[in-house]
């Protein structure tokens, strides 16, 4: 989707809000393929696309991506990342040129099932790791692992190889903890393309991760890049995940607040309310403008 496509309210303009139809006559529950420019369905929050996917969809897509070798990249969405891209235009225009912003908090999974009547899924970043190395074990997907501290990469790629003994593994870099030379970076880069490495996956946090990915799509052959965050932490076990019942329950953002206080205060207490209001006034202005229906 480009940014044309929103109408002046924010709903994209291939979508009927609230009715569950979508332009073309198809149920919304059927949209799973990518437009012609390689990006799915989605409907706006507060501008930024969140893909209409569920984790199986999301992977299909993917899967189809590295298939025909295309240079996609794919945001991993929770409520921060979202307002980050809300206060700074170049890293809304990173999520409306990926190929998938995924739903990674449930407030986005809710929003996005109330406004377009598609039964969105939750796609987390660590989540996405289990699935796609799943799937990819038996056509040997090759993995590249870029970021996380010095050690966490290594530990995470031995635990999913606990997990899915096929996993193929191109390599893995942690990127030190400041910009890079362009010289480093162009090594980098090269290490990742003679790796044969078909999805990249990126934890160096929001938006650093955002950046990283605008920067080398394309610039990395064939390979779809996927910007998880902490999943490196959590396939790791530096950093243990909710329970099942939070993540369902939207609690998620509670287990974390609780588990990294001093670093994650600012995010839940702060830029998370900032949210709720801009969702909240967002939501009813579409409700009041007749763009969304009460059902």
């Not at 090269?190 to 934890?203: E, K, L, T």
Request: some cysteine.
């Amino acid at each position: 989707m480009n940014e044309d496509s929103m109408s002046k309210t924010g709903i994209d303009s291939s979508l009927t809000a609230g009715s569950g139809a979508v332009e073309g006559g198809h149920s919304p529950n059927s949209l799973h393929a990518p437009d012609a420019n390689g990006r799915c369905p989605s409907v706006p929050v507060l501008g930024v696309p969140v893909s209409l996917i569920n984790i199986e969809t999301a992977v299909a897509n993917i899967l189809g991506y590295v298939k025909e070798k295309q240079e996609r990249y794919i945001c991993v969405r929770d409520v921060f990342g979202l307002m980050c891209a809300v206060k700074d235009p170049e890293i809304m225009s990173i999520n409306r040129n990926a190929a998938m912003v995924t739903p990674d908090g449930m407030p986005l999974v809710w929003l996005s099932r109330w406004r377009s009547g598609f039964k969105t899924g939750r796609v987390a970043g660590a989540d996405l790791v289990d699935a796609l190395c799943r799937a990819g074990q038996e056509t040997g997907l090759r993995h590249y692992f870029y970021g996380g501290k010095p050690g966490v990469a290594e530990v995470m790629i031995a635990n999913l190889r606990k997990k899915y003994p096929k996993l193929t593994v191109a390599g893995l870099y942690s990127p030190p903890f400041r910009p890079l030379t362009a010289e480093e970076d162009q090594e980098a880069t090269d290490r990742i393309n003679q790796s044969g490495a078909q999805i990249v996956w990126v934890g160096i946090s929001t938006p650093k991760q955002e950046f990283w990915m605008r920067d080398h799509a394309g610039r990395i052959k064939g390979a779809t890049l996927i910007g998880v965050g902490a999943a490196f932490d959590f396939h790791s076990g530096a950093v243990a995940r909710a329970p099942k019942w939070m993540q369902r329950a939207g609690l998620e953002w509670l287990h974390r607040l609780l588990s990294e206080p001093s670093r994650l205060w600012r995010r839940y207490l702060i830029v998370a309310p900032s949210f709720v209001f801009g969702a909240a006034r967002e939501q009813l202005k579409l409700y009041f403008s007749g763009e969304l229906s009460s059902s």
